[in-house]
């Protein structure tokens, strides 16, 4: 009896498993179904994260609680999202909900109402933030002061002999270079007394440093040769020679020979790979660390190479681009007046479609110096006398903050780590001073 009663519980499980699984996966898909087939409706959930976290979200008015989150069984069509926190601006926008889809909204940034620049140094005629974004080179006064996020000096100002053109910083963050139209000099961050003369690359035409072996710096000479330099043996080698520019990756050398076409790949030792056809002479080349190219030909328009090799144009005049931290979306400044953006390979973008120019933001007046701001969702760049940060994001109309709008000029600005801060120059009726800019409400 026992044996027929387990037979009959296994196949009363089977005909329930077989009967509710459908369900489950209809579930999972975002299919509801009502009491009659007139209520059977398809849902799309909202996904949502900001910075700062905690955000308070509501959905067409009614509490959908805080950040991070996501918001199930949302009927098709346009909604009405509101982030909210005390002390922040708050953000909105109206969506469209799609059935059994995700709905995206990742990387939203809430702005300070308040806003409070902080003078750090006076007398300032340029600077650069360090690549790990906790120091800041600055030329103030004649000298090299070089800082912390909050204004301590590492040591005591430097005197230089001729004001730089470029404050480069080495990958590490341990040393700097000060590129003048004449001179080179090497700074180590560490206990620095002087800045050393670096003559192998006086008026060198392009400098990087190695993005992989610490204290290697790529140089085209005047004669066109490109030289490896290690500045702790203060040695030089040529590594490719009649060197028009050159980008690098975190694996290899981007080269265009003068009076070619092609693009060389090399190792980071000069070792050469295999050629790149290009249809058009190269004007400039900048790269991702994984590997992709950006190209200009001599007419400015831009292409992109991909790692396996696949051209593809991208604008037919780009005045600047840049890739994003993650390499995965292209900025394109098209004219003086207007941002794109192309989505090379960030599938998680739903709202920028692949390989498709995208308008992102397009003005009456002169947009100048743009960058990408923290995590790539997000254009920071300056308009006359403001400096704007606007989303990429395009559905409904991208949300823009004003940093500051007043006493700018040139203000040069930089990112501080994960966007919590911004560092610029502002005129302060008595000179030129370094400030920054918190973003984050303590």
Same mark, same amino acid.
């Given at each position: 009896m ?8 296994l ?8 009967a ?32 700062p ?34 002390? &922040? ?6 969506l ?10 990742r990387?939203? @940034? ?11 140094l ?36 430097? /005197? ?33 007394? !002087?800045a ?7 008026? /060198? ?16 000479t ?10 702790? /043996? ?17 694996? =290899?050398?981007?080269? =265009?020979?003068?009076?070619?076409? =092609? ?12 050629t ?10 900048? /790269? ?12 400015? @328009? ?47 973008? @739903? ?8 308008l992102?933001? @397009? ?6 110096d ?22 990429? +994001?395009?559905r ?13 000029g !040139? ?12 560092? &610029? ?5 008595a000179?030129? +001073? ?9």
């Amino acid at each position: 009896m026992e044996k027929i009663f387990r037979r009959l519980l296994l196949f009363t499980s089977a005909v329930v498993f077989m009967a509710l699984a459908p369900l489950v996966v209809f579930y999972a898909m975002g299919y509801r179904i009502g009491i009659d087939a007139k209520s059977d409706l398809s849902v799309g959930v909202l996904l949502v994260e900001t910075t700062p976290r905690r955000s308070q979200v509501t959905v067409d008015d009614r509490d959908a609680g805080t950040t991070p989150t996501s918001v199930p069984n949302l009927p098709p069509g346009e909604v009405t999202v509101k982030l909210t926190k005390e002390g &922040y601006e708050s953000w909105e926008k109206r969506l469209m909900i799609e059935p059994t889809e995700v709905t995206d909204l990742r990387g939203v @940034r809430l702005f300070p109402v308040q806003r409070s620049p902080r003078a750090l140094l006076a007398d300032v005629s340029t600077f650069s933030l360090s690549p790990n974004r906790q120091l800041i080179a600055a030329i103030a006064g004649g000298k090299l002061h070089v800082i912390d996020e909050e204004g301590t000096s590492l040591f005591s100002a430097l /005197a230089i002999t001729e004001h730089p053109r470029q404050l480069l910083w080495s990958p590490d963050s341990n040393s700097l270079l000060l590129i003048g139209e004449r001179t080179t000099a090497l700074v180590a961050i560490s206990g620095s007394t !002087k800045a050393q003369p670096l003559p192998v690359l006086y008026r /060198a035409l392009e400098i990087a440093w190695d993005p992989r072996i610490p204290g290697r710096i790529l140089a085209i000479t005047p004669q066109g040769d490109l030289t490896a330099y290690q500045t702790g /043996a203060n040695i030089s080698t040529t590594i490719a020679t009649n060197i028009q520019t050159f980008a690098t990756s975190s694996r =290899n050398v981007f080269v =265009n020979p003068q009076a070619e076409a =092609n693009i060389h790949v090399l190792t980071l030792q000069g070792q050469h790979l295999r050629t790149i056809p290009f249809t058009a002479a190269v004007r400039r080349l900048v /790269a991702t660390p994984s590997g992709v190219i950006g190209v200009w030909d001599e007419q400015g @328009r831009l292409s992109t190479i991909t790692d396996q090799e696949i051209i593809t144009p991208v604008a037919e005049s780009a005045e600047r681009a840049g890739f994003s931290p993650d390499g995965q979306l292209l900025y394109v400044q098209t004219d003086n007046t207007s941002l794109h953006v192309l989505n090379m390979s960030d599938q998680r973008l @739903r709202h920028l479609p692949l390989e498709k120019l995208v308008l992102a933001t @397009r003005l009456t007046s002169s947009i100048r110096d743009p960058q990408w701001f923290a995590g790539g969702h997000h254009l920071m760049y300056q308009i006359e006398d403001e400096i704007v940060i606007s989303e990429i +994001d395009t559905r409904d109309h991208p949300i823009s903050y004003t940093v500051d709008s007043t006493n700018l000029g !040139k203000s040069e600005a930089a990112v501080g780590r994960d966007g919590e801060r911004i560092f &610029y120059l502002k005129d302060s009726g008595a000179g030129v +001073d370094l400030v920054v800019m918190p973003l984050i409400v303590e």
